[in-house]
């Protein structure tokens, strides 16, 4: 039988950009591949032997860490998404208080925004996400949105006992590379790998280094 892993995609992020990273992986192992929003809509993660994922995702997959997991990768992730007294490693909240406005009045500049940012430093490739602006996708960006203002899983960190994988863009704008140098600064067992150039996305811009680290963490 082969071992499990399960793919988790980051905020506003489909499939779509995951299934190329399972479709590499598949021959060795069993792959399952789950959205963000869907894991945060359930708050539960399948029971699997490994976890790769990142931003949101990576939040997530920190909070609700299933006991079976043996090894877990985390590209571009962090602790705490926002930046507060003491951790300057996050965004400003009211970058996304401001983002959740005008998601509410008119989502496309937003987004379009956002992806930019994402492929930096690299021109995106192809429009990398198919959204219909209906309520219930508006509704599920925003309460990724509202997770992400809130979340902080950094008292967790020192208890992670698994080996990670932190993998990160030396040019990342969403999520400072920062984040991930504090997070291997007080996981017990982790390794850190930073792309020179790289941004956000990583995976669509550098996909055969960052499978190639992958596959042999694995």
Known sequence: ??????????????????????????????????TGSQVLNDQKIPSVDFIITGSMGGLLAIELLPE?????????????????????????????????????????????????????????????????????ALSELIEGLEYLLNSDVRQKIPSLEIPVLLLHGSDDRIIPPTASEWLHAHLPDSQLKVYHPGGHALPAHRFAEVMNEISRFL
């Open 1 to 34: 039988m082969k071992p499990t892993v399960l793919i988790i995609s980051g905020w506003a992020h489909g499939l779509d950009a995951i299934k190329p990273m399972g479709e590499k992986l598949a021959d060795h192992f069993e792959v399952q591949l789950l």
């Open 68 to 136: 079976r997991c043996k090894k877990l990768v985390l590209i571009s992730s962090t602790a705490k998404f926002c930046a507060s007294e003491g951790y300057d490693c996050g965004t400003p909240k009211k970058i996304l208080r401001r983002m959740i406005l005008q998601l509410k009045r008119n989502p496309e500049p937003v987004l379009e925004a956002f992806f930019k940012n994402v492929h930096f430093p690299h021109q995106q490739r192809r429009r990398s996400f198919q959204f219909r602006y209906d309520e219930a």
